[in-house]
Every structure is written in structure tokens, then in C-alpha cells.
């Protein structure tokens, strides 16, 4: 079982730290990932990292802000968000997979998702 934690309402600028904990199983055996999904849209790809940590992945739309960590004796992964703005506004959820993709598909588990509101 995945656990999202950490949204909320932020100013647009502000920034955000997601934790993503697990329970039942180990995050050591998984490459992990973050989506979001606005209201109205599809769920989109944020962030991926592998099972060590050595490689991370972002969206075009988050690079150079956002930032995907994860603490393996934690059974934890983490997004910090920086320099928010108010299209970054969604319900964003973890997820964990045995491959690193972008596709929802390739995910197998997934958290239940955390609000993330930035107003302008």
C-alpha cells in the first residue's frame, strides 16, 4: 500500500514537499513515479526514479523545479516542488512499478492521491 501525504494550498511561487510512504512491501524491489491529474484531464507523468536512485526522469513542464528523491530504509519517496504555479494545481499520486516509464500503464501500484492547490 502506497501513502500520499503532504498537499495543500499554496501561493503560486510557494513550494511543497509530497512523501509518498509504504506499507505491506518494500519500495527497494521498484522504480517509483509521481502523476497528477487535473479535473478534466487525463492523469499526466511528473517524475520517475529508478530502484537506487542513480536515474531520475521529469516532465518538460516540471523540469528545473520539481524534484524526486526517495529513501529506501524510509520505504519512501519524496517530490519536492518548487516555484509553484497555478497549473501545477492537481491531485497527485505515487505510484511504484518494476520498470521506469512514463505511462500510466506501467505502473502496478498506486497511492491514493494528494491535493495540490496553487492559487495565483
Known amino acids: 500500500q502506497l501513502q500520499a501525504s503532504g498537499g495543500g494550498l499554496v501561493q503560486a511561487g510557494g513550494s511543497l514537499r509530497l512523501s509518498c510512504a509504504a506499507s505491506?512491501?518494500?519500495?527497494?524491489?521498484?522504480?517509483m513515479g509521481w502523476f497528477r491529474q487535473a479535473p478534466g484531464k487525463e492523469r499526466e507523468f511528473v517524475a520517475a526514479v529508478t530502484q537506487n536512485g542513480g536515474n531520475t526522469y521529469y516532465a518538460d513542464s516540471v523540469k528545473g523545479r520539481f524534484t524526486i528523491s526517495r529513501d529506501n530504509a524510509k520505504n519512501t519517496e519524496y517530490l519536492q516542488m518548487n516555484s509553484l504555479k497555478p497549473e501545477d494545481t492537481a491531485v497527485y499520486y505515487c505510484?511504484?512499478?518494476?520498470?521506469?516509464?512514463?505511462?500510466?500503464?506501467?505502473?502496478?501500484?498506486w497511492g491514493q492521491g494528494t491535493q495540490v492547490t496553487v492559487s495565483s
Open positions: 505491506g512491501r518494500t519500495i527497494n524491489n521498484y522504480n
Open positions: 505510484a511504484a512499478s518494476f520498470v521506469v516509464g512514463t505511462l500510466v500503464s506501467s505502473y502496478r501500484y
